[in-house]
């Protein structure tokens, strides 16, 4: 039972809902406590594969979602979220040069989980390429939450057992937090990176016209002799 809405809810969070990865990142983190505490690593497989699933099962219903109607959904409400033409231009130039990477890093900064997807199937990204950047993305993702669970089991070994509830709590707020910092911190930089493009590409297509002037008025006057 407990299964069926891990699924429910990592589909959900890959079509919008917040909070849903939290929860199930909340649980890597528990499984990857209790690995060290004596628990089966056969024992956390059926919750690695359902969250999977879930996520895969979501953004796939995105992709295709935004495949039939994102062209449209962009020109009409892009502007009003911030999601401009330009912007989708350059992630487009971006997921056509570094594809998995982009997905794996954009898809852990908060808020922005389901953008990849909703590009992704906009500019028509093919299916199989787009299907192996997000189970890299998953695959990490899980990886990620379960070491860091381990990591806080291992620290807390000298502690009295009584209190490795209180701990768990704290291990999961301290790793929580780490990780939405880590995603606006990329964020950030992903803003300063488009700035400094956009700097670039004016500066490529619009020669200074004094500059330009100069020139052309250098090129009329006769030469001496």
Do not use: Q
């Not at 056509?96 to 500019?123: D, E, K, Y």
């Not at 199989?128 to 990490?140: E, S």
């Not at 057992?161 to 939405?180: E, G, K």
């Amino acid at each position: 039972m407990w299964l069926s809405v891990v699924f429910v809810l990592a589909v959900l969070g890959e079509i919008g809902l917040p909070f849903t990865c939290i929860i199930i990142e909340t649980l890597f983190i528990f499984t990857g406590f209790e690995l060290i505490h004596g628990a089966s690593l056969v024992a956390a497989l059926p919750l690695l594969a359902t969250a999977g699933a879930g996520r895969l099962l979501g953004s796939t219903f995105f992709y295709r979602f935004s495949g039939g109607f994102g062209t449209s959904i962009i020109g009409r409400f892009g502007p009003r979220i911030g999601v401009t033409p330009k912007s989708v231009a350059m992630l487009t130039d971006r997921l056509a040069r570094l594809l998995l990477p982009t997905i794996v890093i954009v898809r852990f900064i908060p808020g922005f989980t389901i953008l990849p997807s909703f590009i992704c199937g906009a500019t028509a990204v093919g299916r199989r390429k787009f299907a192996t950047a997000i189970l890299a993305h998953i695959a990490i993702w899980e990886a990620a939450f379960i070491m860091a669970g381990t990591l806080g089991a291992l620290a807390s070994r000298s502690l009295d057992p009584s209190t490795y509830p209180l701990t768990l709590a704290i291990i999961i707020a301290i790793v929580l937090t780490i990780a939405t910092a880590n995603g606006y911190v990329i964020l950030h930089r992903l803003h300063r990176l488009e700035g400094s493009e956009g700097a670039d590409y004016k500066t490529g297509i619009s020669p200074d016209p004094s500059m330009e002037g100069r020139r052309r008025v250098s090129a009329t006057k006769p030469h001496a002799s």
